[in-house]
């Protein structure tokens, strides 16, 4: 009975082609555009980012406007452990990991009451709080001149941060497919589901027996930690901490280029950030001041004419090709 | 015999209106109770206060001889307490066994593995396609719950209770807006789950409460006005009093009150299929 009913279940949480061909995306970029890694490394870096937050805000319908408190929190912290001697990047990410999401759990509790509203001003004042905090500990943080002097060890013990950005680049997209991987697993997973559910209908799912502030407060942490690992690529990445990864800009930068992508898919995040960080990097050269208007106008079309943003869209695309493909067939 | 579910003194006050006013009720293991009353009479409050939805005021609510006044919604449904939504609250954008499959999960323990998808937990595939069989809903189980028709999404209402493994099954109003065809083949459904599940029932129509249950209270104004079996029921002048009250205010009404216990013939629900308008 299994196999056939369960069918449909299953296959929604195989690997697809179209998955296989976009993660070999990154490694042709590698090869395609090799004076361009740093740049690269920061897509990933920030596909990473939009990543944890589409966990929170896709899957388990929590908004937020601070997510950027997890990654700067995992930044620093990357950032200090490095500056204390321990400059192992492994162990950094772990660092990250473990003191952002710490920092989640904390938080998740106040998340936890009230409507979108409510978590969209609380995570935007934890963010306050916290970017005002690095602010004023300059001892600590460095302040408005951020942190440096970090020295990041060999990847493994054997692979050197080089200037060209080879060894970050891979390092980046590794960890980024890991978490990826681990994303993708976890979504599917009865857990996952039940984020889902929360989503779809928060009030039912008591009724059906399940904890749902446990589950809030579970994928809050994961996703606060995910950041945390964002942010601590970062910093190892650039060898440097700047105070703006913390800052409200980020958090709402990021909100908007997982709407961009579309939310609830994890490839959303992706794509959002690929597309977001390319359009950054070309319009800003091409018109350094104004390119906030394109973004604008882009948003509002991507809000208005195709809500589940870009991967929506190419669902659409996809759906319309693979129909008119069988009626071609068919007729011939 | 301990009670399966049981209210003691049970008040629910919103500001100055009290919507609950000191409801005492008793449910047997296996019983079939239904519980009616006019538009207003507190029946929803009642189940929201029973489930956890609600704190109470005052009194206390107990499932299978312990108190649970004072457990949250979740915990009560781990110990065997469920209900399902007068209108209906579903997952609209999952496949029908996708959200039956989650329900089940949770009641087997595995709802919280992240590692395996849901489609590997075959234990609780394999509960959700047999309670979809059972329902007659095996063929649209992979439809989207929101692309179903009014009639079917009522049944995953019942589903989704059902997948928790209830001892005690609040119903409410599980054939509201369901054509009347479709309703007799829902009731049938119901009539057939095992004396197992303690069932309580909320229901306008009356056809369809004499047919199911076995012991009936009656509601008004927050509060129990009688309890007893159907026949004693039907043959009560003040709560025909209640209906024909309830009748005289207009239209929305009026399908009620023509199937209303206003005046059924004697021994109506002794072979449980006369239909009291017909």
Known sequence: MTANVAGPLREAARWKKAEFAFWLLPVAAYFVFPSDLALLSQIAITALFALSLDLILGYAGIVSLGHAAFFGTGAYAAGLLARAGYGDPLLGLAAAAGVAGALGFVTSLLVLRGADLTRLMVTLGVGLVLFEAANKLTAFTGGLDGLQGIEIKPLLGTFAFDMFGRTAYVYSVAVLFAVFWLARRIVHSPFGISLQGIRLNAARMPALGTPVNARLMAVYTLAAAIAGVAGGLLTQTTQFVSIDVLSFPRSAELLLILVLGGTGSLYGALIGAIVFMTAHHLLAGLNPQYWQFWLGLVLIFVVLFARDGLMGALRRLAARWASRFATRRRVA | ?278
């Open chain 2, 1 to 278: 015999m301990t009670a399966a579910l049981e209210a003691r003194g049970l008040v629910k006050r919103f500001g100055g209106f009290v919507a609950t006013d000191g409801v005492s009720l008793s449910v047997a293991p296996g019983a079939r109770h239904a519980l009616i009353g006019p538009n207003g009479a507190g029946k929803t409050t009642l189940v929201n206060l029973l489930t956890g939805f609600l704190a109470p005021t005052a009194g206390s609510v107990w499932l299978g001889g312990a108190d649970v006044t004072r457990s949250a919604q979740h915990r009560r449904v781990k110990r065997g307490l469920a209900r399902t939504f007068q209108i209906n609250r579903l997952f609209a954008d999952m496949s029908v066994l996708e959200s039956v499959t989650m329900a089940v999960c949770e009641r087997q323990g595995s709802a919280a593995h992240w590692w395996k998808s849901i489609g590997a937990h075959a234990q609780a595939v394999d509960a959700a396609a047999e309670l979809l069989a059972r329902l007659h809903l095996l063929d649209v189980a992979h439809a989207k719950t929101k692309d179903l028709a009014y009639g079917k999404q009522r049944l995953i209402e019942i589903a989704l209770a059902l997948a928790t493994e209830p001892t005690v099954l609040l119903l409410d109003e599980p054939a509201a807006g369901v054509p009347t065809g479709e309703s007799r083949e829902l009731f049938e459904t119901l009539l057939q789950l095992p004396r197992s599940v303690t069932i309580v029932l909320i229901e306008h129509d009356m056809d369809l409460v004499f047919r199911f249950a076995e012991r009936i209270s009656v509601m008004v104004s927050g509060a129990v006005l009688t309890e007893g079996t159907p026949a004693e029921i039907a043959a009560d002048a003040r709560v025909r009093e209640v209906y024909l009250g309830q009748a005289s205010h207009g239209a929305t009404a009026g399908r009620r009150a023509a199937a209303s216990p206003a005046a059924p013939p004697p021994g109506a629900a002794a072979d449980g299929s006369v239909g009291l308008h017909e």
